[in-house]
C-alpha cells in the first residue's frame, strides 16, 4: 500500500522503551491525528519517522518504501518534512534564512525561490517580514514560519509535532485551520501529534491514541470524537 | 603624538593576525564546542608546509597558498579522523566534555613532533613578501612597513571572502543553521557531519593564513605559533567565544593594547597585560565585549 504504513514500531531511549510495537496506516493525503497525554510517545514517534531516532525496530515504509535508519537529509530529500516540537524556528536566522534552509538542500536555487513565494502566499505576514530575525516574530507567526520551511522542501509527507503548544486559543484555531486548509490544497499526507485532542481530531481523517507507548485506540477521527469511553479515558473533555 | 599614531598602526597589523587565529578558534567553538588547541598545530604544519613551497619556488604568495590548502585539508582530517570518532565514543558524562579538550592538546603535542621529526627544531626564516623597512616619516623612521600594510590588506581579504561564505552563500547558511540548531539544520535536509567538517576545514585554512604572516615577520619553529595561539584565543574569549565578528574585534584591541604596553611600559608586561585582559574580561563580562542579553550573533 502506498502511503505511510508504520508496522511493530519499537523505540528505546536506552534501557527504557518509550514506543511498543506500534502499528498504523495512513493513506496518501490522509491526515492522522496522534493523541495522547505527555509522555506517552508522540515525540518519539515523530523522531523515528524523520529519522532523528534510530534506536528503532520494526519497520516503517512510506510510498513502499523503509524509512527506519534512514538519516534526516535523506528522508527530506524523499519528500518527508518534520517540523518539531516548540515552534522550531532558528530565532539567530532571518525569516528568509529560516524559508531558505527549508530548500537549502536543493542544488537549483531558483526551484527554492518558487517555493518561498509560493509560502509566502499562503502566509502574507512572513512576507512583510522576511529581513527581520526570526526572533521578533510572535509566537503564531513563528509556528507558521517553521510550517512555511518545511513547506519549502514541497513535501509529500509533513510530521508536526504540537503545532498548538504555547499559543493562545485563537491563535490555535487559526493554525489549525491553516493545516488543514494547507493539506487539502497540496494534497498533503499529514502526521499531527497533539496534546490538544478535540481540535487535532475534528480535522483529522484517522485518529492514533497511544498512552505509554502503545496505540490503545485507532480508527475514523470522527468516531473517536463519539467514542464515551475514549473520551473519559484519553481525550479529556 | 607620533608615537601614538605608530603604536596603533603596529596595534592594528599584529591585531589582525590575532584576528585569524582568534576566528579559526571560534568558527571550530561555534560548530563542535571544543576549544581546540590542536589550531597551534595545524597552523604550525601548514606554515611549514607553505615554507617548503616558498622556499623552494621562491615566490611567498605561492606558498601562503599551499598553507592555505594544507591548512584546509589538515582541518578537515583532524574533524574526520579524530573528532567524530571521540564523539562516537565519549557522547555523555565528564568524558564527553573533557575528552575533546584534552584530545586537541594531545593532537598538538603529536603535530609538533612529527613537524621536529620532518623539518628539525632549528629556526626557519621565510622571505617576506615586502620590505620590512619601516616608512620614514619626517627625519626619522617609524617601526611600521611596507609587510605591515601588506599584513593587514591580507588579513582584510580573508575577513571579508569568510563574511562572505557566511552571509551570502548556502554554504554560510548551512554552516550558521548547523552551529545554532543542528537539529532543525538536519531536518532542514542539511548534512550536518559534514557541514561541520567544512567548518574545521575553513578554520584550518584562515589558521595557516596566520601561521604565514606571522612567519613572514619571524622565524618559524615547532613552537613558534604558541604564542600566536594563546593570543588568539585570549581574543576570542574577549570577543564572547561565539561572534565571529566580536572574535575579531577582539584581536585588534588586544593587538593594539599589548602594542601600547609594549612602547610605553616595558616588553616584560607584555604578558601580564594579555592575560590580565583575559582573566578581567571573565570576571566582569565572561560573554565577551559583543553579548547583548541572551542574543547570539553570527
Known amino acids: ?237 | 603624538m607620533q608615537k601614538v599614531i605608530e603604536t596603533l598602526l603596529i596595534g592594528l597589523s599584529t591585531g589582525s593576525i590575532y584576528a585569524l587565529m582568534s576566528l579559526a578558534l571560534v568558527l571550530v567553538w561555534r560548530s563542535t564546542r571544543v576549544v581546540n588547541f590542536a589550531q597551534a598545530g595545524q597552523a604550525m604544519l601548514s606554515t611549514y608546509i607553505g615554507f617548503e613551497i616558498a622556499s623552494r619556488s621562491e615566490i611567498f604568495w605561492l606558498g601562503l597558498v599551499f598553507a592555505i590548502a594544507a591548512g584546509a585539508l589538515v582541518g578537515a582530517g583532524v574533524d574526520y579522523f579524530f573528532m567524530r570518532v571521540l564523539f562516537k565514543h565519549a557522547t555523555s558524562g565528564p568524558a564527553a566534555v573533557v575528552a575533546p579538550v584534552i584530545a586537541t592538546l594531545g593532537l598538538l603535542g603529536l603535530i609538533r613532533s612529527i613537524v621536529g621529526l620532518t623539518w628539525g627544531g632549528e629556526f626557519k626564516s621565510i622571505e617576506a613578501p615586502a620590505s620590512t623597512d619601516g616608512f620614514s616619516v619626517g627625519d626619522g623612521t617609524i617601526p611600521f612597513s611596507d609587510l605591515d600594510v601588506l599584513i593587514i590588506a591580507t588579513v582584510s581579504i580573508i575577513l571579508i571572502a569568510v563574511a562572505y561564505i557566511f552571509q551570502r552563500t548556502n554554504l554560510g547558511l548551512a554552516l550558521r543553521a548547523s552551529a545554532y540548531a543542528p537539529e532543525i539544520a538536519q531536518l532542514a535536509g542539511i548534512r550536518t557531519a559534514r557541514t561541520r567538517t567544512i567548518g574545521w576545514s575553513i578554520a584550518g585554512a584562515v589558521g595557516g593564513v596566520a601561521g604565514m604572516l606571522v612567519t613572514s615577520n619571524n622565524f618559524l619553529s615547532p613552537y613558534s605559533l604558541d604564542l600566536l595561539l594563546v593570543f588568539g584565543f585570549i581574543a576570542a574569549v574577549i570577543g564572547g567565544l561565539e561572534s565571529m565578528v566580536g572574535s575579531v574585534i577582539g584581536a585588534l584591541v588586544l593587538g593594539i593594547g599589548l602594542t601600547f604596553i609594549l612602547n610605553y611600559v616595558g616588553t616584560s608586561l607584555v604578558f601580564i597585560g594579555g592575560f590580565s585582559v583575559l582573566i578581567l574580561v571573565l570576571l566582569i563580562k565572561p560573554d565577551g565585549i559583543m553579548a547583548k542579553g541572551k542574543a547570539r550573533r553570527a
Open chain 1, 1 to 237: 500500500m502506498s502511503g505511510l504504513v508504520v508496522n511493530r514500531l519499537s523505540v528505546s531511549h536506552g534501557a527504557i522503551e518509550a514506543l511498543r510495537a506500534v502499528s498504523f496506516s495512513v493513506e496518501v493525503g490522509q491526515l492522522a491525528a496522534v493523541i495522547g497525554s505527555n509522555g506517552a510517545g508522540k515525540t518519539t514517534l515523530l523522531r523515528a519517522l524523520s529519522g532523528l531516532n534510530n534506536q528503532t525496530s520494526g519497520s516503517a515504509q512510506w510510498n513502499e518504501r523503509e524509512i527506519l535508519g534512514a538519516r534526516p537529509d535523506a528522508l527530506v530529500r524523499r519528500g518527508i518534512s518534520h517540523v518539531s516540537e516548540g515552534k522550531s524556528v532558528i530565532a539567530e536566522l532571518s525569516v528568509k534564512e529560516n524559508l531558505i534552509l527549508g530548500g537549502i538542500w536543493r542544488s537549483n536555487k531558483s526551484d527554492t525561490s518558487a517555493a518561498i513565494a509560493e509560502v509566502v502566499e499562503l502566509f502574507p505576514v512572513l512576507g512583510q517580514r522576511m529581513s527581520q530575525s526570526a526572533d521578533s516574530l510572535s509566537g503564531g507567526e513563528r509556528q507558521m514560519l517553521a510550517i512555511g520551511r518545511a513547506l519549502v522542501s514541497r513535501p509529500k509527507l509533513l510530521l508536526l509535532d504540537e503545532p498548538s503548544l504555547g499559543l493562545a486559543p485563537l491563535v490555535i484555531e487559526q493554525i489549525f485551520a491553516t493545516i488543514d486548509q494547507l493539506r487539502r490544497k497540496l494534497g498533503l499526507t499529514v502526521v499531527l501529534v497533539e496534546q490538544n485532542a478535540m481540535s487535532a481530531l475534528e480535522i483529522a481523517d484517522i485518529g492514533i491514541i497511544i498512552n505509554l507507548g502503545e496505540v490503545v485506540a485507532s480508527g475514523r477521527a470522527s468516531e473517536l470524537i463519539d467514542d464515551p469511553a475514549l473520551r473519559a479515558a484519553y481525550l479529556g473533555y
